[in-house]
């Protein structure tokens, strides 16, 4: 899955995604980035930076996040109410993925109606 990594300022999610696609020599395509009001994310980005609001509003519409392997909250520390509300349902997320993924580890259901649900890490 992708990697997301949240800042607080849309300043910084741009100029954070600009510089690990230079220091790694990746293409843009595969380091993207979402603001409100301008997102660079493509089907084949694997890193996205983003603010807090924006992976809020992806909770919204998909709570379990499933298309995130890794979740970073960078400058976590500064405290905003997006980041004290994301670290919140960011806590309740992360164990519902292990515990659904253990459900499915141990029935062994491999069947193409339910999509592999992979443990969520949060650093």
Same mark, same amino acid.
């Given at each position: 899955?992708?990697?997301?990594?949240?800042?607080?300022?849309?300043?910084?999610?741009?100029?954070?995604?600009?510089?690990?696609?230079?220091?790694?020599?990746?293409?843009?395509?595969?380091?993207?980035?979402?603001?409100?009001?301008? #997102?660079?994310? #493509? #089907?084949?980005?694997?890193?996205?930076?983003?603010?807090?609001?924006?992976?809020?509003?992806?909770?919204?519409?998909?709570?379990?996040?499933?298309?995130?392997?890794?979740?970073?909250?960078?400058?976590?520390?500064?405290?905003?109410?997006?980041?004290?509300?994301?670290?919140?349902?960011? #806590?309740?997320?992360?164990?519902?993925?292990?515990?659904?993924?253990?459900?499915?580890?141990?029935?062994?259901?491999?069947?193409?109606?339910?999509?592999?649900?992979?443990?969520?890490?949060?650093?």
């Amino acid at each position: 899955g992708m990697i997301g990594i949240t800042e607080p300022r849309r300043v910084a999610a741009v100029s954070m995604a600009s510089r690990v696609k230079e220091e790694l020599n990746l293409p843009d395509s595969l380091v993207s980035y979402q603001i409100r009001y301008d #997102s660079h994310v #493509s #089907s084949e980005t694997q890193i996205k930076f983003m603010t807090d609001g924006i992976l809020l509003r992806e909770i919204q519409s998909d709570f379990l996040l499933n298309k995130y392997s890794a979740i970073i909250i960078d400058e976590a520390h500064e405290r905003r109410l997006n980041t004290d509300i994301l670290l919140g349902l960011l #806590s309740r997320i992360v164990p519902l993925r292990l515990s659904l993924f253990n459900e499915q580890k141990e029935s062994g259901d491999k069947s193409k109606e339910s999509p592999i649900i992979s443990p969520l890490k949060l650093i």
